[in-house]
Nanobody, 127 residues
Framework: QVHLVESGGGSVQTGGSLRLSCVVS????????MAWFRQTTGKEREAVAV?????????YYAEFVKGRFTISQNNAENTLYLQMNSLKPEDTAVYYC???????????????????WGQGTQVTVSA
């Protein structure tokens, strides 16, 4: 069991930056697929970026964030990050942190793979 708590959302203007954090508590000794998803009203939740915690390597970035967002982790602080640069109004959404235990990688970017979710943090980008 893990518990995820996101923070770092807020309101910025186009071109601005934010860094989202996701603190992981509970069973932090295993390795996980961890991901950031986002959702806007009336739309399905979509994956933004995925990382496999054993290798600390990102395994997926959505096309719409490549070159602008970076997923990373700080194992000592049990924290997952999403650095978001060059933000656009279409990045406005609730951003969620997600995790699923994995001993061998195989991280996917489908929300059905993930059992653990944070409560979400709102990001609003104004034109």
């Amino acid at each position: 069991q893990v518990h995820l708590v996101e923070s770092g959302g807020g309101s910025v203007q186009t071109g601005g930056s934010l860094r989202l954090s996701c603190v992981v508590s509970g069973d932090t000794y295993n390795t996980y697929c961890m991901a950031w998803f986002r959702q806007t009203t009336g739309k399905e939740r979509e994956a933004v970026a995925v990382v496999y915690t054993r290798t600390s390597s990102a395994t997926y970035y959505a096309e719409f964030v490549k070159g602008r967002f970076t997923i990373s982790q700080n194992n000592a602080e049990n924290t997952l990050y999403l650095q978001m640069n060059s933000l656009k109004p279409e990045d406005t959404a609730v951003y969620y942190c997600a995790a699923e235990f994995s001993s061998g990688g195989g991280c996917r970017h489908s929300m059905v793979q993930y059992s653990y979710w944070g409560q979400g943090t709102q990001v609003t980008v104004s034109a």
